[in-house]
Nanobody, 122 residues
Framework: QVQLVESGGGSVQAGDPLRLSCAVS????????MGWFRQAPGKEREFVAG????????LYAESVKGRFTISRDNAKNTVYLQMTSLKPEDTAVYYC???????????????WGQGTQVTVSA
């Protein structure tokens, strides 16, 4: 069984940075592509960023490109989401997810964390 635990969420002002972490346990972390998704109130969960198993390839949603950076440390079994220039529209619950195979922008990940709240005030 794979377990994912997010941390680092909180309340910030517009323009501030924030870094999310997701610790993964249970299986070989480097076997999984990792993704970050978010869900705002009243909206569907959406893809934010993804990274392949070795960290050499990344994907981003257009809305966060140039502001967010996904990275991973396979020695620490952790994936990160560095967020800069945060906007109120970035307010959401952020989830990390793991899947065997390639990065996906869809919700077809095998394992999910419980989520961490990010609130950005104007």
């Amino acid at each position: 069984q794979v377990q994912l635990v997010e941390s680092g969420g909180g309340s910030v002002q517009a323009g501030d940075p924030l870094r999310l972490s997701c610790a993964v346990s249970g299986r070989t972390f480097s076997s999984y592509a990792m993704g970050w998704f978010r869900q705002a109130p009243g909206k569907e969960r959406e893809f934010v960023a993804g990274i392949n198993r070795v960290g050499g390839s990344t994907l981003y949603a257009e809305s966060v490109k140039g502001r967010f950076t996904i990275s991973r440390d396979n020695a620490k079994n952790t994936v990160y989401l560095q967020m800069t220039s945060l906007k109120p529209e970035d307010t959401a619950v952020y989830y990390c997810a793991a899947r065997s195979g390639l990065i996906s922008t869809q919700n077809n990940y095998d394992y999910w964390g419980q989520g961490t709240q990010v609130t950005v005030s104007a």
